[in-house]
């Protein structure tokens, strides 16, 4: 199983997408699943709109069980989106999956740059950003950074990768394939 989370706006489906087509195995993003139990279980009160933490730790009892679905149909995934490197943990410590897990991040950005970069690089599907006010991305920006500052430490908490994207996006991708692949490679498809 591979897992690639992280601040939103740092390529994460760009990246799955690519690793789908080196490694021939399907990617499946959380945010339809997301959206999907949010509108179809209205009893589940999923707030889509909190943090990336809160919304994570919602989501995790069904992402969790998707995950030990697929392990146990020997079926291997690249799961990306709201995940935490606790949980990752959890998958690896106590239900004895064999995950190779990326969390990645723009801690060490300025919100302006990251406007910039983000603005510079728009048009990709998915890309629900492009018609924000600049205000309003930075807001989303401010929250991005910030979560990139708690994913690193709790990545050197849980033992769990962490790759910052704030020097370049070309630097961070090609690390995140780097790592996501060769884990890959060495474990083989039986996860």
């Known amino acids: 199983m591979i897992v690639l989370g992280g601040a939103s706006r740092t390529g994460k489906g760009l990246i799955s997408q690519e690793l789908m087509v080196l490694l021939g195995i399907p990617y499946m993003s959380i945010d339809p699943i997301k959206m999907a139990i949010s509108k179809s279980i209205p009893s589940y009160k999923l707030n889509t709109n909190g943090t990336s933490v809160a919304v994570s730790d919602e989501m995790w009892p069904f992402i969790s069980a998707l995950i030990l679905n697929l392990v146990e149909t020997n079926v291997s995934y ?62 989303l920006i401010k929250e991005g950074v910030q979560y990139s500052e708690y994913l690193y430490d ?24 780097k790592c996501l692949f060769d884990d890959f490679q060495r474990w083989g498809r039986s996860r």
């Open 78 to 139: 690249i799961i990306e989106g709201e995940i935490l490197p606790r949980h990752v943990f959890e998958l690896a410590n106590v239900h004895d999956v064999r995950v190779s897990s990326c969390f990645v991040g723009y801690k060490d950005i300025s919100v302006e740059e990251k406007i910039s970069q983000v603005r510079a690089n728009s048009g990709y599907p998915n890309d629900w950003t492009s018609n924000l006010a600049d205000s309003e991305l930075r807001g």
């Open 154 to 177: 709790e990545c050197q908490t849980y033992g769990v990768r962490y790759i910052d994207f704030s020097e370049s996006f070309e630097i961070g991708r090609k690390a995140t394939l």
